[in-house]
């Protein structure tokens, strides 16, 4: 089976759409640039599904790899039979593929390889036939003082050891046991004794149990976890009694003395190494489970929030919040240059924060600013607070995630931007930026620390390093961006140029000044034809000479909709003004060989609202003034909050008292939900309740659910809970019939 056929057949699709994404993505095609450019090709398919052609082809590539360099070792061997060459070029899966390979792969001396050394071969070989004969007198002809076997028992333990290896390697023997493991294994989770305090945090874990397949992801991390700090203990656990009838009915053929001594044998190799090599692969398997939901997760929540509402190009003023140390303060333009900077000391004392209000006031007026970012650090809910008390009617007051903001002023990109002023003046440009535009700011911060994860760095850090960049990359390029005012940070994400042709085109605008069209982007050196195809149609030039430079239209378009325009009487920057002309566009006239609907319609609706932000609107928001700490809340409390990081588990949302309350899972809604995304999404307003708090925990628990229904319910409801009724009734009939009916079939009537 062709990988093109065998990941059509595993993700539902043709092989023709997969060959081709293929093709593709072989030619240096970006998984963006395929999905909005290509979809004649593909048949439209959406990134997800490119990604995941993508990453399962370099799956099976990699299993190609490690084929070809186990067929060497094995013909090296001299142990490369036709049937073994066949297995080895059947195997599906690495695991499979390792379990062959395993009685043959090289490795330390074991008392397997001892006894052999010794010449024990034959003798575990005839033992395993089973056949009737005198085991004790069969040993004895292997007695051989010189080899260290002075004695028939002596021979019988070597061949019982040859055999134990020969059952545990069995690649069959060794897939059963790995299902049965993964069907039937309990993880099973104890406190460190005498560290019952220090371990609070695992309070829940300290004596856990629970089935291997049924754990979720944030459970199994967080077990890990606490493994790993040594506070925990952690086991995974499965009856003998599930296992060893299987290697019985394998390996026992007979009752007579040869069977006892396969028994012995079989008992020492599920014990010394099968179990063992088992649960090193079985807590490998768990954890690659929970690390791939830990990262969609993660990564989801990022997406989320690089995806969040941008305030656009206002005049901004940023200030990043503290106690002693006095709030760092700065103003930026509408295209985040810092105007001026200075620090004030609103909470020290009258003087200091009379101080503090004529600054502000000064400074606002000064830059004409619009809105106020607030960091929510250390001293935040108290800033916001001074600063609404000065009362700005037209001013914009927010308050602003700063998570990050202290890796970026610390980074090489920040002193690079802002090398005469400190770190503190850094972090307030960010926490400014942040506000005006996210997805700009956000990308000059590792995806790992701009506060969306819970276990990030629990993970494999390989995996997600490539999520997040997937996730990064996907963001950008379905916003597209400015190519005369955006930072080589963000050019490095678009589809087909990376941190070395950003830096070109950075270089080359400085020395020529704006780009004037697209078309003089290949002048820029080492970007060559397809580094441009792939480009082009994510970068904006907003005024230039060609209108649709300004849109997502690309280039190799450019004379279609020419010919629209021309066929219309009309030139292109009539058909983006003026909705009555685009109606009048017949696409069907446009269709060709290379040319499609998707495409013909995509053109339209750039053509509709050229270069349009497929982010929300910004709204402005506030948390309830007064409740600033844990201290503060009281249960009952209904208060706004916004959502700062999704789980499967639940939501965690920032009600303003410097820690986020988890709304757990039951708690988002009066129905039932299954995944927390199909109520919130990141940096979403909600209103919540307050059910309980924890101080000595330092937890709060929320909910979302409203206020229940009235009792009386309107003749439409009663009319599906009726339906709903005679459904799970219908339903349970049902089954017990098909229960009676196989009951039946196996006992008679």
Known sequence: MTHE????????????????????????????FISRYRKELTGSLDEVQITNIRDRLQQLRELDKRREVILKSLADQGKLTPDLEKLVNGAETMANLEDIYLPYKPKRRTRASIAREKGLEPLALLILE??????????????ATDKGINDAEEALAGARDIIAEIIAEDASIRAQTRKVF??????VSRVVPGKEEAALKYKDYYEWSEPLKTAPSHRILAMRRGEKEEMLYLDIEIPESEVLPLLDNAYITGAGAASAQVRIAMLDGYKRLLKPSMETEVRMLTRQRADEEAIRVFAENARQLLLAAPLGQKRVMAIDPGFRTGCKTV????QGALL?????FPHNGAAKTEEAAKTLRYLIEKHQIHAIAIGNGTAGRETEDFVRKLSFPEVIIVMVNESGASIYSASEVAREEFSDYDITVRGAVSIGRRLMDPLAE???????????????????????????????????????????????QILAYISGLGPSLAQQIVNYRNTHGAFKNRESLKAVPRLGEKAY???????????AGNPLDASAVHPERYSLVQQMAADLGCHVADLLRDEKLRKQIDLKRYLSDSVGMPTLQDILAELAKPGRDPREQFEQFSFTEGVNSVADLRTGMRLPGIVTNITNFGAFVDIGVHQDGLVHLSQLANRYVKDPNEVVKVQQKVMVTVTEVDEKRNRISLSMKTAEEPAATTKKQHGHHKARKTERSNKGEGDMASKLAALKSKFGS
């Open 442 to 488: 956000l990308v000059k911060i590792d995806p790992k620390s701009i506060g969306v994860g819970q276990y990030q760095h629990d993970v494999d850090q390989t995996k997600l390093q490539s999520a997040l960049d997937d996730t990064v990359i996907s963001c950008v390029n379905a916003v597209g961006v400015e190519l005369n005012t955006a930072s080589k």
């Open 182 to 187: 993964l069907e039937k294994g309990q993880f």
């Open 340 to 344: 001026e900077n200075t620090a004030i």
């Open 331 to 334: 103003c930026l333009d509408e």
């Open 130 to 143: 089973q056949r009737e004969m005198d085991i004790r007198l069969a040993a004895e002809t292997f007695i």
């Open 5 to 32: 056929i065998r990941i059509s057949k595993e993700l539902a699709l043709s092989e023709r759409q997969v060959s081709t994404t293929i093709a593709l993505l072989d030619e240096g095609a970006t998984v963006p």
């Open 533 to 543: 195809e792939q480009a082009a149609g994510f970068l904006r030039i907003r005024n």
